[in-house]
């Protein structure tokens, strides 16, 4: 099985934390403290992430009375985790989306994921969380053969052919070496609409800045149970101390959702899938000069896939674990050793830092977001690509709460689909991770 979610236990020692201590952010308040008494509100919005947060700050801005709730503290779980990409994309390419759905779909969804973007950039500013030290840098896809490379450059001229987006552009064999400092890689496409960040810092920033605002954001307040009145509008949302009573909920727990009975539900729509990542210590200057010197993400095209940024003058390197359970040292071994064979100057550093948590993969690899009931809404499914489109879909969530009709183009979904034979998720997952694993290593 799957490692057990569980409330309240410490989050990883990863460098997010350990920057945002250096910087007094860390322990600085964020909320109102657990929930103590009985409250009555227009939404209350379960989970403290980004998409929770976006949804709060769109309810905020337009005047509506909100709470936020979650088990843990903001930035507990994926939100706090992550390796801090800000991507324009989904899992599935935009041409795939037009062979599958047309060429309109595509536009709808090549303008959400562009969106999302903004929608980060926007937050950033309007908090003025400097802290997060976002960079717009773009994000670079290494390829690591000649027909990954080919795909990916035949999806850049589609891109600019049939959605008139020039932001996508090729790069040689050397000059993705010059760039990142790997020999690994026979050439790469730049997404230049792409960034990255520091993901607690801005989870945390977005946070104090509502409850600046008043909105009320209580930690360490596990929702455990979540009932409706017969014949009666709106949902009781029950936790250990008091009750709260509101018109619509917004469920935002995302591969989290398991950490209570409450909110199990919305866990079966997803297969989480675990991610780990190390970070060197700082590197001398000599390498500093010389490996990925864009300061930008970078990801490869093996179906395994990893991905590698620099942060805090070090080299932070990660991906999927799917055989690993949430902290064993195994996973991040063999992230180490994938470094290294991509990054040969690497091998006499130390790995100062290492963490995982999860992520939350759907059946279609698309985010979900729609509703559960007359008075609920959820959205879920990032697929690894969240800081940016949970910022983005937590808002869309908060306007489908008030009744509106955002377009959502495939993003949309109206009732829960749990994933078909859910209770082989994690056998499943590993045979589909072992299976990839062998075709990488076959240069499949």
């Not at 209570?260 to 919305?266: H, L, V």
């Not at 959205?379 to 869309?396: E, T």
């Not at 709460?401 to 955002?406: D, I, K, Q, S, V």
Request: charged share 20%; net charge positive; hydrophobic share 45%.
């Amino acid at each position: 099985m799957l490692a057990p979610l569980a409330c309240t236990s410490p989050p990883p020692d990863s460098l997010w934390r350990h920057l945002a201590a250096r910087a007094g952010t860390l322990d600085a308040p964020v909320g109102s403290g657990p929930l103590a008494r009985d409250l009555h509100t227009d939404v209350a919005v379960i989970g403290a992430g980004y998409s929770g947060l976006a949804a709060a700050y769109a309810l905020e801005k337009r005047g509506v009375p909100c709470v936020v709730l979650d088990a843990n503290p903001v930035g507990w779980g994926a939100s706090g985790r992550n390796g801090g990409v800000v991507s324009s994309k989904f899992r599935l390419s935009f041409p795939a989306i037009a062979a599958r759905h047309g060429l309109d779909v595509a536009k709808r969804m090549h303008r959400l994921a562009h969106d999302s973007v903004r929608v980060v950039e926007s937050l950033v500013d309007e908090f003025a969380i400097a802290s997060a030290a976002f960079e717009h840098s773009g994000s670079l896809r290494c390829a690591h053969t000649e027909r990954a490379l080919a795909a990916c450059i035949a999806e850049a001229d589609w891109v600019r052919t049939e959605l008139g987006d020039r932001s996508m552009s090729a790069l040689t064999r050397g000059e993705v070496e010059a760039e990142s400092g790997s020999a690994g890689f026979v050439g790469g496409v730049l997404s230049a609409d792409a960034g990255t960040i520091l993901p607690l810092e801005y989870v945390l920033g977005i946070a104090r800045g509502l409850a600046a605002r008043g909105v009320p954001i209580h930690e360490s307040t596990p929702v455990v149970a979540i009932e409706r009145v017969s014949g009666a509008p709106g949902v009781i949302v029950r936790t250990p101390a008091a009750t709260v009573r509101a018109k619509q909920l917004i469920v935002a727990t995302n591969a989290y959702s398991g950490l209570t009975s409450a909110t199990a539900a919305y866990q079966r729509e997803l297969v989480p899938f675990r991610s780990a990542m190390i970070a060197t210590e700082r590197l001398p200057a000599g390498l500093d000069a010389k490996l990925m010197t864009a300061r930008r993400s970078y990801t490869e095209t093996r179906r395994m896939m990893k991905w590698f940024r620099r942060a805090d003058g070090r080299m932070l390197f990660g991906g999927r674990d799917a055989f690993g359970k949430e902290g064993q040292q195994t996973g991040f071994e063999a992230l180490r050793r994938a470094m290294v064979a991509l990054f040969p100057d690497l091998a006499g550093l130390r790995i100062e830092f290492q963490w995982s948590g999860y992520v939350g993969m759907t059946f279609n690899a698309l985010p979900h977001v729609g509703r559960s009931d007359d008075a609920t809404v959820f959205c879920l499914g990032y697929n690894g690509a969240g800081v940016a489109m949970a910022s983005l879909v937590g808002q869309q969530a908060a306007a489908l709460a008030l009744g509106e009709t955002p377009d959502l183009a495939l993003l949309a979904q109206e009732g829960l689909r749990p994933v078909p034979f859910h209770s082989l998720r994690a056998p499943g997952v590993r045979l589909v991770a072992a299976w990839y694993q062998f075709l990488d290593a076959m240069g499949a």
